[in-house]
């Protein structure tokens, strides 16, 4: 990780930012974070079947977040900065974590989203340092919000 950011990354970190505000994405985002509920990778293939709206939508928002985490594990932008303006990849990981172990299982490919656990386990000891019980608050309303369902 760089240890400053420069504003290569704040350049990079606006890009992704104009990127989130695509008509679209900001649909399948929203959709994601009030909708989003699988409890298992069988409970996902029922619910959002490929080629479904949803399906496109839960492809669209994880994908986008695999993306801008690889940019971010790779060092191409500052990861205090990126964490400093960015949670909702937090949010995406903590909904699929528990689908993946089957996931990666299936498709054989243990790689699966890696970009985005490895970011999440950053961002979390990241957040504990500054903030020891935000994780478990977070966690918590995206947890309540599920119920609600």
Avoid: C
């Avoid at 839960?58 to 695999?66: D, G, S």
């Avoid at 400093?84 to 689908?99: D, G």
């Avoid at 299936?106 to 950053?122: V, W």
């Amino acid at each position: 990780m760089k240890e400053h950011p420069d504003h290569h990354d704040a350049e990079l970190l606006l890009r992704l930012y104009e990127l989130r505000r695509d008509e679209k994405l900001r649909l399948a985002r929203d959709w994601f974070i009030r909708e989003f509920h699988a409890e298992s990778m069988e409970d996902f293939s029922k619910r959002y079947p490929f080629g479904s709206q949803d399906n496109t939508y839960y492809r669209m928002t994880v994908t986008y977040w695999e993306m801008a985490a690889s940019i971010v594990n790779r060092g191409l932008i500052n990861e205090e900065l990126f964490f400093e303006s960015n949670s909702e990849f937090f949010a995406v990981w903590t909904k699929i974590q528990r689908l993946l172990p089957s996931a990666r299982e299936a498709q054989k490919n243990p790689y699966s989203y890696h970009n985005l656990e490895e970011l999440a386990k950053k961002y979390e000891k990241w957040m504990s340092a500054r903030a020891p019980e935000a994780i478990v608050a977070f966690r918590e309303r995206i947890k309540t919000f599920a119920a609600k369902k």
